[in-house]
């Protein structure tokens, strides 16, 4: 990842949630992105499926009122970080018996902003005063979020 975008990153999680990240959290943050994004795309193209529809819309993605909320903080967040672009990138988009609508698409970069965001609160749930966070908080905040997701 160009520098630029590592510093743009640190900015994020220090105003989604007061804490100091470095590389490493980075590669964290990406692994667990795709990973989230893939169980999303999963469940959202068997609700598709379901709905004998070849194309994921919107509506088919797993979107709890938690990450709606923690999405719609991320884009007022992003008017002062600027990383919606980074994230367009970042998340990977498994293959998939079904496509995704432009819609979706367009969506995902936003979602995957809000569950950054929720992570981001979930290492100060666990531990309020952490302001950086080490393997023991990352595999403890993984696994609210493997539980929940």
Same mark, same amino acid.
């Given at each position: 990842?160009?520098?630029?975008?590592?510093?743009?990153f640190?900015?994020?999680?220090?105003?989604?949630?007061d804490?100091?990240?470095?590389?490493?959290?980075?590669?964290?943050?990406?692994e667990?992105?795709?990973?989230?994004?893939?169980?999303m795309l999963?469940?959202?193209q068997? @609700? +598709?499926? *379901?709905?004998d529809?070849?194309? #994921?819309? !919107?509506?088919?993605?797993?979107?709890?009122?938690g990450?709606? =909320? $923690?999405?719609?903080?991320?884009?007022?967040?992003d008017t002062d970080?600027?990383?919606?672009?980074?994230?367009?990138?970042?998340?990977?988009r498994?293959?998939?018996?079904?496509?995704?609508?432009?819609?979706?698409?367009?969506?995902?970069?936003?979602?995957?902003?809000?569950?950054? @965001? +929720?992570? *981001?609160?979930?290492?100060?749930? #666990?531990? !309020?005063?952490?302001?950086?966070?080490?393997?023991?908080?990352? =595999? $403890?905040?993984?696994?609210v979020?493997?539980?929940?997701?």
């Open positions: 990842m160009p520098v630029a975008n590592v510093s743009r640190e900015r994020f999680f220090r105003v989604a949630g804490l100091d990240v470095d590389k490493d959290d980075l590669r964290r943050f990406e667990f992105v795709n990973d989230k994004v893939y169980d999963l469940i959202a068997a @609700v +598709a499926k *379901a709905n529809r070849d194309v #994921i819309q !919107p509506r088919d993605l797993p979107i709890t009122k990450l709606q =909320e $923690r999405s719609h903080e991320f884009r007022k967040l970080v600027g990383i919606r672009d980074i994230l367009e990138d970042l998340a990977a498994p293959p998939l018996d079904v496509a995704l609508a432009e819609e979706t698409e367009a969506r995902l970069p936003e979602v995957v902003g809000g569950i950054g @965001v +929720a992570l *981001a609160r979930t290492f100060r749930l #666990i531990d !309020p005063e952490l302001k950086n966070p080490q393997t023991e908080q990352w =595999e $403890r905040a993984l696994g979020f493997d539980t929940l997701l």
